[in-house]
């Protein structure tokens, strides 16, 4: 059994970047579900391709060119924002309060077409859950 640690080269912290490849996520920190919480955004994805790929359409069985489409953003929420629902906040160091606040401030400031990838469940967007989710209506209090 292999026992070594692998060392941390930096911590994720709000305002920095995870970078690979050709993207760079955003890190939030969206303390609540556990108060080091974060998710990561991708602002936009940008496809690269013949046209006949990206675009679905071709002349004489040939891509045209190569073009690219900007798709709206992405979210990582983790366990902070679920389809309809939101991180359990009652385990050490969950606070509803926290939760909620870190949806509404950070994650609800996102655009509506942005693509939520939750840690469980289906996808959803920032949109969807601003006009759905019971947890982030007007109505819901804080205790």
Do not use: C
């Not at 955004?41 to 990206?54: C, D, F, K, R």
């Amino acid at each position: 059994m292999d026992t070594r640690v692998a060392a941390v080269d930096d911590f994720l912290r709000e305002g920095g970047t995870v970078r690979w490849g050709g993207y760079e996520l955003q890190v939030f920190h969206t303390p609540g579900h556990t108060p080091g919480s974060v998710s990561l955004y991708l602002p936009v994805h940008t496809i690269t391709g013949a046209s006949s790929e990206v675009a679905g359409s071709h002349r004489g069985g040939k891509p045209s060119a190569v073009v690219e489409r900007a798709t709206g953003g992405r979210l990582l929420a983790g366990d902070t924002l679920f389809a309809g629902s939101i991180g359990r906040t009652d385990l050490w160091g969950g606070s509803l309060d926290a939760i909620l606040r870190s949806i509404r401030e950070k994650l609800l400031a996102l655009p509506d077409e942005t693509r939520v990838f939750p840690g469980h469940g289906p996808i959803t967007t920032i949109g969807r859950e601003r006009d759905t989710n019971p947890f982030i209506q007007p109505h819901f209090r804080m205790h």
